[in-house]
């Protein structure tokens, strides 16, 4: 927590400067969207129609959804210019705002892992069960803010968890 601080203020250190890893990461993740071609993976044309998709679900919590080749074992990411800031923001000045305001000021970016399970299956409930779709969407979203430490509270999450579970489960 203090590391975020610190290098949000001293900006060079012995004639050098400092970055965070993460700041350093996110100018590699400004590649374009790839073509994702395998025997198993998504098309681009279906990635294209997830993107829209997740657009359009995460209305007003993310502002530009893509895709990265940066991730292995997490199906997305959220992606904030400034993310030692946005957590700072978060743990000091966000409960006095609603959803919605922290969300237009943070303007979260969502990049998807189109090769990961969770990718693939929700690209198909897409098209079979879209409300359940909708559901994995915004626990997938809400999983991404958590990771990235954007969220005051995770303890809220567990009631979608238990919505969503419910909803997987209907079947058996």
């Known amino acids: 927590m203090y590391d975020e601080l610190v290098l949000l203020e001293l900006k060079e250190f012995g004639r050098r400067s400092l970055i965070s890893v993460e700041n350093d990461m996110q100018k590699e993740s400004t590649d374009k969207s790839e073509t994702v071609i395998g025997s198993d993976d998504l098309q681009q044309n279906e990635v294209n129609d997830l993107i829209s998709f997740l657009k359009t679900n ?36 966000a409960q006095n705002l609603s959803e919605e305001n922290r969300f237009a000021l943070l ?62 489960l209907e079947k058996h």
């Open 107 to 168: 303007r979260p970016q969502l990049e998807i892992n189109a090769k990961h399970p969770i990718i693939k299956k929700l690209h198909k409930l897409v098209s079979s069960d879209k409300e359940l779709a909708n559901m994995v969407s915004q626990q997938l979203f809400s999983n991404a803010m958590v990771t990235a430490g954007l969220v005051m509270d995770p303890r809220n999450l567990v009631n979608h968890i238990n919505d969503l579970l419910v909803k997987a």
């Open 58 to 93: 995460l209305n007003g919590k993310v502002f530009e959804v893509r895709t990265t080749q940066k991730l292995d074992t997490h199906p997305c990411v959220i992606v904030i210019p400034e993310m030692a800031a946005a957590r700072h923001f978060i743990r000091t000045q």
